[in-house]
């Protein structure tokens, strides 16, 4: 019989956590969200990670800024929040406009309030198993995994897909559980035998219900953390879900698995900034 994960759920769970240990803590985390410019989009996220963050009891705030702003102004509004003791996460919402360097900007944000885990001291960080601010995604498929799963150790686990925000840190987290990690990607040679193999599949690339049945084994567990708009405009993920579900010991559905527990561990990586800077 398949679980279908419910995200959603979960995500509530963990949103009804972090606003318990607010209460109980005394703290008070604050998150600053930095829009460049107006894309509906990110305008979109940006409101509902602002939401989240004040349903919780997060103090959070909403910087916008225009499209036209040069990359040094930028970088001197990064470096106020960074000096400012109330804000403990600071989140550069993208994509940035393209005259400005992404990555000189991720990285101008401390290391201790990057509460999407983007920043190089994090990366570095978490691949060398020292406490590090994970990026939310990867992270809350981790949670979900072991919910599932319980104890991850000896599983072989697939992670399709290689980004920097999404692959590359779960197959590190993976590889923490103790799993066996193979990271495929668009030059993988017979990708469906690879992942015919993994206990664990995680797709994580951008491509509609491109991961069919004949690709996983019987009773393996999948994420799913594809979000696409399929030819029927309906939003769907990188697996094929009814071909693939019937196979599957759980899988994650889109909507409704992955994506509910990304902002819900972005709350997590602020309540944790907060509580390492305030320590
Ligand atoms: P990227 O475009 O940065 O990376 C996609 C990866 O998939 C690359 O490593 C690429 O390989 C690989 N890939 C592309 N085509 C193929 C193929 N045909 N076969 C095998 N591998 C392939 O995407 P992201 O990691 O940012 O996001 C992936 C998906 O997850 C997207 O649908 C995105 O919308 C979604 N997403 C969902 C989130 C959520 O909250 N649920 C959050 C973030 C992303 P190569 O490196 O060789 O080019």
């Not at 668009?186 to 509609?208: E, H, M, N, R």
Request: hydrophobic content about 45%; aromatic content about 2%; proline content about 6%.
């Amino acid at each position: 019989m398949t679980k279908i994960i419910n995200g959603k759920e979960f995500a509530q769970k963990v949103r009804a956590l972090v606003a318990k240990e607010i209460e109980i803590s005394g703290l008070k985390p604050g998150l600053t969200v930095v829009l460049v410019g107006n894309d509906p989009a990110s305008e979109v996220y940006v409101r509902n990670k602002d939401a989240a963050a004040k349903e919780v009891g997060i103090n959070a705030q909403t910087i916008k800024l225009p499209a036209e702003i040069s990359q040094a102004e930028l970088l001197t509004k990064i470096d106020a929040l960074n000096k400012d003791k109330k804000v403990h996460g600071i989140l550069v919402q993208l994509p940035l406009p393209k005259h400005i360097d992404e990555k000189a900007v991720i990285n101008a944000i401390s290391p201790d309030k990057d509460v999407d885990g983007f920043h190089v001291i994090n990366a570095g960080r978490a691949v060398t198993g020292q406490d590090a601010l994970v990026p939310c995604t990867p992270l809350g498929c981790i949670m979900l995994l072991k919910d599932a799963l319980g104890d991850l150790t000896g599983l072989n686990a697939v992670v399709i897909g290689r980004s920097n925000i999404v692959g590359k840190p779960m197959a590190n987290l993976l590889l923490n559980e103790n799993c066996t990690v193979t990271i495929a990607h668009s030059k993988t040679k017979d990708l469906p035998k690879v992942c015919a193999q993994a206990d664990i599949l995680v797709a994580a690339v951008g491509k509609p219900k491109m991961v069919k049945a004949n690709w996983v084994k019987e009773g393996a567990v999948v994420i799913d953390v594809g979000i696409n708009r399929g030819p029927d405009g309906k939003l769907c993920g990188d697996v094929d879900f009814e071909d693939v579900s019937p196979k599957t010991k759980a899988i994650t559905p889109v909507p409704g698995g992955v994506g509910p527990m990304t902002i819900a561990c972005l709350l997590k990586n602020t309540l944790e900034a907060a509580k390492r800077l305030e320590k």
